[in-house]
T-cell receptor, first 115, second 110 residues
Framework: NAGVMQNPRHLVRRRGQEARLRCSPM?????VYWYRQLPEEGLKFMVY????????ESGMPKERFSAEFPKEGPSILRIQQVVRGDSAAYFC?????????????FGPGTRLTVL | GIQVEQSPPDLILQEGANSTLRCNFS?????LQWFHQNPWGQLINLFY???GTKQNGRLSATTVATERYSLLYISSSQTTDSGVYFC????????????FGSGTQLTVLP
C-alpha cells in the first residue's frame, strides 16, 4: 500500500525559471494539502485541494504560485519565476474523504534549491 | 489564528533516558497529530490523538483537550529517536489543514 508520492525529491532551478512539483495521494485519499518548510522553520500550510477544486488557498503567496489537482493525475504545485527565497522543502499530504477531519499522511517532500 | 507552542525547543538525552515533550494550543481543537521529522527530513506520523491516551511501543501520547495541551512521552530513548518532533492542529473547528508548532529538536547521544 504505497504512501504519498512526491517527485522530484530534489529540484534545482535558476532564478526566473519555473518549478513544478508533483504529488500523488495515498490510495483511497481524495484530499491533498501542500505545506512549505523554510530552512530551520516549521511547516506552513499553503493550499488544500480536492479533485478539480481548490478548497482553501489562504496560505499561498499571491503571486507566482498556483496549484491544481486534476480529475486524472497528480496534484501539481507550480512556482513561476522562482527567486532565492523560494528555496525550501515542499511537502504534500493527503487524507480520506470522510466528513470532518481525517488524519493526514505526508510524502517525503521535494527540496527546491534556487541558484 | 490558533497558536501552537512546543516545549522545550531543544532536548539532549543520553540513550536510555525518558523524556516528555509538551504542546500547548490557544484554542479548543477537535484533532491533533504528532509527527517525527527524522534527520533525512521525512515526516513520520506518530499519533492522531484528539483526546485521551494512546501508546505505540516506547512512545505514548496524551491530549487533554479541555486544558489545551498534549504530551508526548518517549521512554528508553534510542539514537534513532533523534530528530524534530512536531505537534499540529487544525486552525479552527471546521478547517482541515494543519497549523504546526515550531517543534522540539531531540538529540539522543549514544
Amino acid at each position: 500500500n504505497a504512501g504519498v508520492m512526491q517527485n522530484p525529491r530534489h529540484l534545482v532551478r535558476r532564478r526566473g525559471q519555473e518549478a513544478r512539483l508533483r504529488c500523488s495521494p495515498m490510495k483511497g485519499h481524495s484530499h491533498v494539502y501542500w505545506y512549505r518548510q523554510l530552512p530551520e522553520e516549521g511547516l506552513k500550510f499553503m493550499v488544500y485541494l480536492q479533485k478539480e477544486n481548490i478548497i482553501d488557498e489562504s496560505g499561498m503567496p499571491k503571486e507566482r504560485f498556483s496549484a491544481e489537482f486534476p480529475k486524472e493525475g497528480p496534484s501539481i504545485l507550480r512556482i513561476q519565476q522562482v527567486v532565492r527565497g523560494d528555496s525550501a522543502a515542499y511537502f504534500c499530504a493527503s487524507s480520506r474523504r470522510d466528513r470532518g477531519y481525517n488524519e493526514q499522511f505526508f510524502g517525503p517532500g521535494t527540496r527546491l534549491t534556487v541558484l | 489564528g490558533i497558536q501552537v507552542e512546543q516545549s522545550p525547543p531543544d532536548l539532549i538525552l543520553q540513550e536510555g533516558a525518558n523524556s516528555t515533550l509538551r504542546c500547548n494550543f490557544s484554542d479548543s481543537v477537535n484533532n491533533l497529530q504528532w509527527f517525527h521529522q527524522n534527520p533525512w527530513g521525512q515526516l513520520i506520523n506518530l499519533f492522531y490523538i484528539p483526546s485521551g491516551t494512546k501508546q505505540n511501543g516506547r512512545l505514548s501520547a496524551t491530549t487533554v483537550a479541555t486544558e489545551r495541551y498534549s504530551l508526548l512521552y518517549i521512554s528508553s530513548s534510542q539514537t534513532t529517536d533523534s530528530g524534530v518532533y512536531f505537534c499540529a492542529v487544525p486552525p479552527s473547528g471546521s478547517a482541515r489543514q494543519l497549523t504546526f508548532g515550531s517543534g522540539t529538536q531531540l538529540t539522543v547521544l549514544p
